[in-house]
């Protein structure tokens, strides 16, 4: 079984600070790792892809890949409220394919909530 | 790039009506999309892999005759749920790959369907 755990929160913090969210992964073979934001009652957006160790940093946002631990982050700086929403963690195994594109497994969510 | 397309947003309609969603892919061809149903407060869940010109796959515990799934070109597959109830109302979001591997997953706007 392929799984992928986030604490579900809620995760509170105040406006302007950081933002720490965790994602671990089970398969140790999986290559690709995505973090997507979800506002409530929309779908899913693509915020952050990472796909080997270290940081990868775009505006506020930092992912961070350990796969050696099997874990994968996400740092919100400078929080903001819009930024309240739930992210979803997601990995890409090589031994989970579906035709030419290869199916994701997501975590349950952490829903974070920025305080003004 | 990489946008999903999905219509209608928002369905209301009668128990025992059939119901037909699209997923379109506007700017890439994909063979493989996903389709994914999400309940209140809870994780997204997978449903079914549509497959560019053979059968769609699907999930344990999804009807493939409650849910029939076409993907008849490179750039739309459709869900149609059929002779809906009210225990079928719920979100449901297409998400579409542009390539192979470890390409992330971009997501439709999703179709609330409500069944009355």
């Not at chain 2, 515990?61 to 059929?82: Q, R, W, Y």
Request: net charge neutral; aromatic share 10%.
């Amino acid at each position: 079984q392929k799984e992928v755990e986030q604490n579900s929160g809620p995760l509170s913090v105040p406006e302007g600070a950081i933002a720490s969210l965790n994602c671990t992964y089970s398969d140790r073979v999986s290559q690709s790792f995505f973090w997507y934001r979800q506002y409530s009652g929309k779908s899913p957006e693509l915020i952050m892809s990472i796909y080997s160790n270290g940081d990868k940093e775009d505006g506020r946002f930092t992912a961070q890949l350990n796969k050696a631990s099997q874990y994968v982050s996400l740092l919100i700086r400078d929080s903001q409220p819009s930024d309240s929403a739930t992210y979803l963690c997601a990995v890409n195994s090589p031994n989970i394919s579906s035709g030419s594109a290869r199916q994701l497994t997501f975590g349950s969510g952490t829903q974070l909530t920025v305080l003004p | 790039g990489a946008v999903v397309s999905q219509h209608p947003s928002r369905v209301i309609c009668k128990s025992g009506t059939s119901v037909k969603i699209e997923c379109r892919s506007l700017d890439f061809q994909a063979t493989t999309m996903f389709w994914y149903r999400q309940f209140p407060k809870q994780s997204l869940m997978l449903m079914a892999t549509s497959n560019e010109g053979s059968k769609a796959t699907y999930e344990q515990g999804v009807e493939k005759d409650k849910f029939l799934i076409n993907h008849a070109s490179l750039t739309l597959s459709t869900l149609t749920v059929t002779s809906a109830h009210p225990e079928d109302s719920s979100f449901y979001i297409c998400s579409a790959s542009p390539g192979w591997s470890n390409q992330p997953q971009h997501f439709g706007d999703g179709t609330r369907l409500s069944i009355l």
